[in-house]
């Protein structure tokens, strides 16, 4: 439905009827910047008679899930009338979400102010609640908070780290000591079977009430509670003092937030047997250094760098590799994973063109080669790009100014058009955009024009690049030819000057 206009749609009903349709589209797929999301809510706007950047809830019911991409001034304007829609939003622009907060707070819509909020409220904001902030959540009854935690927290949009923040807000702020565990606070088996243990105790009750209790059959449940910073950390020395040896594989991939609490050498006791445990791993959260550690620990276990692990790895932690574990992938493990790494150093790159020209070899003639090939390109040498441009491939621009800088460089206007192809005339929106526009400069005018894109900046017809020459010291021998070249000096001038 998106791809219609509402002049298409205009047979079969009003434009009002397009737009209510069309705002019960997955507009997700749809990027958010590209024109034609864009022009959609400009187009409905325009039906609906918005002139202003107030929106009534009327035509707010109307744009549904279009609503998601106005911007923070119609948020503001409208108070309330968008909430609604808003909730059913995937994600917000920084902008937007500030918005939204100063709305809520306010207290001048449907929910009125923070401070009366109740559990049932919670509820009813839905998709709102990982917008709201500390200084939000710190006006909310911490009651209906609880009770909002216990009865609705399992079908909330919060992930469990936000979950986790608002079980730190209400808890005691000021934590004394625990010299023991507190009458009535021991924990049995119904405390570890409830999800909402993390609020019955402070991090240093909970140290003391774990301290003759085997979790070891309950680390699996229990680590997946929203349990904070401090309490995750009473559970990491149960855990430490459980499994001296290292942790089982099969708890590896239920550590959850507990991950970003392992170090070097907990890693370095890891056992990661299969590419599944690796994935499971990579997709908890940690740091860079935490997942490089990960990964060589994967492979010091004896296990390759094949399709599996390169898909487990990528595209988060591609360029956490570093050399040595870059030349260990296999070449045709790349036949069945395509790896992007745009983001990547250069050397991680080269290496990844070697690979991946490796892998295709068999292919080099055929069509289907630079499909396979371009993800890579970033990485090739101005050589393998000159033997393209005679191939036809109709390269994107956005892969031409993502090619190394040296071998883009030495390509000529002929070889870049050869390169683009059908693709020539997207390079009018880089003209005044590194590196087309350095790449320009290092041309002949007359070759640029020849493309007819509107490059300019090239060399003009009868001038020369003057290159600086990067001089070895002289020696002795090459001093002595100095006085006939200043004597031979003036005549080479005055010759170049007659010429011009």
């Known amino acids: 439905l998106c791809l219609f206009r509402p002049s298409d749609y205009a047979a079969t009903g009003s434009c009002r009827q397009y737009f209510a349709e069309d705002g019960k589209a997955n507009l997700d797929l749809l990027q958010r910047e590209p024109s034609r999301r864009t022009q959609l809510l400009l187009e409905a706007l325009a039906c609906l008679n918005v002139s202003g950047t107030q929106v009534s809830k009327e035509n707010a019911e109307i744009l549904g899930r279009l609503v998601c991409d106005l911007g923070e001034e119609y948020i503001r304007s409208s108070g309330g009338s968008l909430l609604e829609q808003l909730s059913l939003c995937e994600s917000f622009l920084p902008d937007q979400e500030e918005a939204i907060r100063s709305v809520l707070s306010s ?40 009770l909002w935690l216990k009865k609705f927290a399992g079908d909330s949009s919060l992930s469990r780290e936000q979950l986790a923040a608002l079980v730190e807000q209400l808890l005691p702020s000021r934590q004394k000591r ?36 085997s979790l070891q059959n309950y680390f699996s449940k229990i680590l997946d509670y929203p349990f904070t910073t401090e309490q995750l950390a009473v559970l990491k020395e149960k855990l430490d003092e459980t499994y001296p040896d ?114 295709f070899s068999d292919q080099h003639y055929l069509p289907a080669y630079y499909k396979h090939i371009e993800p890579y390109l970033g990485g090739a040498p101005g050589a393998d790009l000159r033997a393209l441009s005679k191939d ?16 883009l460089m030495s390509l000529t206007p002929a070889e870049v058009k050869g390169l683009l192809g059908m693709h020539l005339k997207d390079l009018e929106g880089w003209r005044n955009k590194p590196p087309i526009q350095e790449w320009a400069q290092n041309q002949k005018q007359a070759e640029l024009d020849k493309l007819g894109v509107g ?34 000096l003036p005549a080479l001038l005055l010759s170049f000057l007659t010429m011009s």
Not at 107 to 134: I, K, M
Not at 392 to 407: F, G, H, K, Q
Not at 461 to 485: C, D, R
């Open 178 to 213: 625990a010299a023991g565990c507190p009458g009535g606070k021991e924990i049995t088996e119904a405390v570890l079977d409830d999800d909402m243990m993390p609020l019955y105790y402070t991090s240093e009750e909970l140290r003391a009430c774990l301290k003759n209790v």
């Open 246 to 359: 290292g942790y089982p594989e099969s708890l590896l991939p239920r550590l959850g937030l507990l991950a970003s609490l392992i170090t070097m050498q907990d890693i370095s006791r890891l056992k990661i047997t299969s590419p599944d445990t690796l994935a499971a791993l990579l997709k908890l959260n940690l740091g860079d250094e935490q997942a490089a550690a990960v990964i060589s620990r994967y492979v010091a276990l004896g296990n390759p760098l094949n399709a599996a692990a390169l898909k487990a790895i990528a595209p988060k932690y591609l360029c956490v590799l570093n050399e040595t574990l870059l030349n260990m992938i296999d070449p045709s493990s790349l036949k069945l994973v395509s790896l992007n790494a745009s983001g990547c150093s250069q050397r991680t790159k080269d290496i990844l063109y070697i690979k991946a020209k490796q892998a």
């Open 392 to 407: 036809n491939v109709n390269m994107n621009v956005s892969t031409l100014v993502n090619l190394r800088r040296d071998a």
């Open 107 to 146: 207290g001048n819509t449907e929910f009125g102010p923070p401070f009366s909020w109740s559990a049932s409220t919670l509820n009813e904001l839905g998709g709102l609640l990982p917008v709201l902030d500390d200084s939000i959540w710190q006006k909310v009854p911490k009651n209906a908070v609880t």
């Open 455 to 488: 490059l300019t900046g090239g060399t003009p017809e009868g001038y020369i690049n003057l290159v600086t020459p990067k001089f070895q010291p002289p020696s002795s021998a090459s001093l002595a030819t100095v006085p006939t070249m200043l004597h031979l």
